[in-house]
Every structure is written in structure tokens, then in C-alpha cells.
């Protein structure tokens, strides 16, 4: 069961299996899917934490990210923006993001400073945008000075457009060249999109600060690809993250009905999706007889049954000195963290940290802590602690 399940009205989901049924017959059986990756389910308890909640009342939180001060800015997906200092959750919002379109997986989702925050009082945005029937991922900022923001600017929209309230992707990543990834999802009912280096759906994009495309991307100048386009072949990243020493990027991605995937994303690679999946159709078969296909790269784990991943942090902080470099990757119906163990490159176990609500977004804080917000009507903002 991915995110999409669990925010599906019982009519919505009728709908799709009966859109969907037609495919059946020319789907492959729902045998056990064997591939190149061994299929992760339960993993145990680390144990080694204590998780203590600083603060509930959000309102499905959705992103957080520290200022230079120590205070956390935190999104709702209804398009607040609330901020917790000294201990306390302001009960006002600092802002109300304009046009935001709050529909089922949409909303205001992930925030990011600028890297050069100090100077230019950057803070960066994503929320979907549009209509029930035309809709899309749009990137915005403002500047913030410590108490108010500035006014709104959209510097970039996804196309084309969509017409349902699935798969926005939205997570923000900078990289030291000052340019930054941004994850699209696919569209939902658009899966064959993510296939095609000429939309952005289904993509890793690379920006510059303005939102223009960044030079040097492994499209361009092809006529049939758009300039942005990074990587492809992704379903819905909902967790990207940069290890600071390394440089890898990671990403979470949620597969359909199981076959959720952990990926180290490069430029130019083709990741797969919809042709190579361990996912299945939410009335069962499976979606691609293939798991593994040349010319597109394979995922690191699959986790089935499905985690719903969202929220990923590379750990590098000084509190949990025997995590450096793991991968912590945040489960929506999981309602835990799972802790990917990488040793020397190499991934040689998982265990978790149980938070035991939806985790939306996880976040190494500049204490070494790790921080979580859980998607919950009256979600919750939480710290992991060494034991």
C-alpha cells in the first residue's frame, strides 16, 4: 500500500481499478517477482534512541528546514507556513502561500533555504498549482527576514499539465554549484511520461536559482528533450537528499502496489519506471514483466511490502557517530524511519526507527539531532536521540 492508497476516497479507487481493468488481460501473472534486488519487508528495531515530540497541532506538515538561528520553518499542506522557536510552536502562521491548490496529494509541500540564505534571505517553495482538471508542481520563493516574507515569486512550473491530485514529487535539493535538483512525479495517470525526456513529469529537474534551466544538463540541446530534465524514469520521489561528504544523491521514490525503491540518482540515467517495476496495479497484476532492464539502472532496495516513503536524510552529525553516511528514509505507512546501513559504498543491513505515526519529511538538524514532522490532522514535529 503506497501514499496514494491510504488518500484515496473507496470511490476513487473503484474508479481506477476500473479504468485500469481493460490492461488486466495483457498483464503478466501475479506470481513472486524475483530481479536483481532481493525485496526487503520487516526489518527489527535499532533501539539505540528515544524519540521525544516537541510539538503537535499541524496541520499534515510536509516539509521542515532550520535557519541559521536554530529555528525550524515547517509547511502544512494547506499552505501555512508555521515556524518552531525556543521550544515553541508558534500558534499563528507566519504566512499563507498564494495559490496554493490543496487537492489529495497536493498542497504546500517542501521549503529550502538558499545557500547563500545569510546574504539573500532566499527560502524556497514547491506546492501544486492549477485546477482539479489542470493542474502541476510550481517552485516559488521569497525572501524572509527572521519574522515576515517578502511577496511570492514563481519561477518555475512543471509540465504539462495534469488532471488529477497525485504524484507532485517536490523535493528540493541544492548542489555546491549553486544549482538545484527538483523531483517531479509522474502525474498519476500519466505514467508513460516519465519515459520521455521531453516533460518534465516523472524527472529529476536541474535549476538554476531563478528557476531557469541550469547549463550543462545531459539533454540539452536535444530537439525532443526539455532542457531541465537531470534523470528519468522516477514514479514519485518524495525524498532526495545530498550526502555532504560524498556527494551522492539519494532519493526515495513510491512504487505503485508494493515495489517501493531507494536510488542513488545520477545524470543522464534512466531509472526505470513504468518499463522495469517490482510495483503492481492496485487491483493486483503486476504493471511490467521486467524488474531489470539494459540501459536503465536498477534500485539499491525495494521495499515490499511498501514503506510509502517520504522524507530522506543522509546522517552526518556527531550524536550517532555509528550511522555516518547511513541513509534514513522516512515511512508513511511504515510510520517509521527505516535506517539503511552503508558501509565503505556497499548497503549491509536495514533496521528502523519506530516514530509510530505517518513520517513525512526527516531531517539531520545542525545538533546532530534528527528531526521528523508526521502527516497527521494533528500532526506532530519530533526528535530522535541517542539513548
Known amino acids: ?69 536554530g529555528a525550524i520553518l515547517i509547511t502544512e499542506r494547506g499552505g501555512d507556513v508555521r515556524i518552531f522557536r525556543d521550544g515553541q510552536l508558534d500558534p499563528k502562521p507566519l504566512v499563507r502561500v498564494p495559490e496554493v491548490l490543496v487537492l489529495r496529494q497536493g498542497g504546500l509541500l517542501d521549503v529550502q533555504l538558499h545557500p547563500n540564505f545569510a546574504e539573500n534571505k532566499f527560502v524556497y517553495l514547491t506546492h501544486s498549482a492549477g485546477t482539479n482538471r489542470e493542474n502541476r508542481t510550481r517552485l516559488v520563493r521569497a525572501t524572509f527576514d527572521g519574522t515576515s516574507f517578502g511577496a511570492f515569486e514563481t519561477l518555475f512550473e512543471a509540465t504539462p499539465d495534469k488532471g488529477n491530485g497525485f504524484h507532485f514529487g517536490s523535493r528540493i535539493v541544492w548542489l555546491p554549484d549553486g544549482t538545484m535538483l527538483l523531483a ?83 545524470a543522464g540515467i534512466n531509472y526505470g519506471w513504468p518499463k522495469a517495476t517490482y510495483g503492481r496495479e492496485y487491483h493486483g497484476p503486476r504493471i511490467s514483466e521486467h524488474t531489470s532492464l539494459d540501459g536503465m539502472r536498477d534500485p539499491l532496495v525495494v521495499w515490499t511490502p511498501c514503506i510509502a516513503p517520504s522524507g530522506l536524510a543522509v546522517y552526518r552529525g556527531d550524536k550517532f557517530p555509528q550511522w555516518q553516511g547511513d541513509v534514513l528514509a522516512g515511512g508513511l505507512r511504515s510510520r517509521d524511519i527505516r535506517r539503511v546501513d552503508i558501509e565503505n559504498g556497499k548497503i549491509v543491513g536495514q533496521d ?16 546532530g539531532m534528527i528531526y521528523v514532522v508526521t502527516d497527521e490532522e494533528r500532526g506532530g514535529l519530533f526528535r530522535v536521540e541517542p539513548k
Not at 540541446?221 to 532542457?227: F, G
Not at 528502523?352 to 545538533?367: C, E, L
Request: proline share 5%; glycine share 14%; aromatic share 4%.
Open 1 to 69: 500500500m503506497s501514499e496514494e492508497r491510504s488518500t484515496m476516497s473507496i470511490s476513487t479507487m473503484a474508479a481506477m481499478a476500473a479504468m485500469t481493468a481493460v490492461l488486466a488481460s495483457a498483464s503478466v501473472s501475479c506470481g513472486q517477482l524475483t530481479g536483481s534486488v532481493k525485496t526487503t519487508g520487516d526489518v527489527p528495531d535499532n533501539g539505540g534512541y528515544v524519540v521525544t515530540k516537541l510539538a503537535d497541532g499541524l496541520a499534515h506538515p510536509w516539509g521542515i528546514e532550520f535557519l541559521p538561528d
Open 184 to 266: 517531479i512525479g509522474d502525474g498519476g495517470g500519466t505514467r508513460n511520461q516519465a519515459q520521455d525526456v521531453g516533460s518534465h513529469l516523472g524527472k529529476v529537474l536541474r535549476l538554476r536559482d531563478d528557476g531557469t534551466s541550469a547549463t550543462g544538463n545531459p539533454f540539452y540541446p536535444r530537439v525532443d528533450a526539455v532542457p531541465e530534465v537531470w534523470s528519468y524514469g522516477h514514479r514519485n520521489i518524495q525524498g532526495m537528499a545530498r550526502d555532504p561528504v560524498t556527494g551522492e544523491i539519494w532519493a526515495t521514490e513510491h512504487g505503485p502496489n508494493d515495489g517501493d525503491e531507494l536510488n542513488k540518482v545520477e
Open 352 to 367: 528502523k526507527i519506530v516514530i509510530g505515526q505517518r513520517v513525512r519529511d526527516v531531517r539531520v538538524g545542525p545538533d
